[in-house]
């Protein structure tokens, strides 16, 4: 099993900035990748970023990519999500995601983090 707490939300005035961690913990060896989902008030969840725990390739939703960064610490049990000029449009629950490939492929996910961004 694998543990995902996530850290860093809160309230920011547009224009700011804000880092959001997620720690994994637990068996967290097999993970192949992490992701970092958000859901904004009565929207769907949608993927922000992702980055590979093999080679460390990240891919972003197309209109957060220059805003956002996604990374990992040296033990890659730690997910970064940095984003810059925040706007309204931003505040959402942000969620830390984590998966497995193979023949059993799991999911994990962390709790989630608000984050609210004042106009």
């Known amino acids: 099993q694998v543990q995902l707490v996530e850290s860093g939300g809160g309230l920011v005035q547009a224009g700011g900035s804000l880092t959001l961690t997620c720690a994994a913990s637990g068996r967290t060896a097999p993970l192949y990748a992490m992701r970092w989902f958000r859901r904004a008030p009565g929207k769907e969840r949608e993927l922000v970023a992702y980055i590979s725990r093999v080679d460390g390739d990240t891919i972003y939703t197309d209109y957060l990519k220059g805003r956002f960064t996604i990374s990992l610490d040296g033990a890659k049990n730690t997910v970064y999500l940095r984003m810059m000029n925040l706007n309204p449009a931003d505040t959402a629950v942000y969620y830390c995601?984590?998966?497995?490939?193979?023949?059993?492929?799991?999911?994990?996910w962390g709790q989630g983090t608000q984050v609210t961004v004042s106009s």
């Open positions: 995601n984590g998966f497995t490939k193979g023949d059993k492929p799991e999911s994990y």
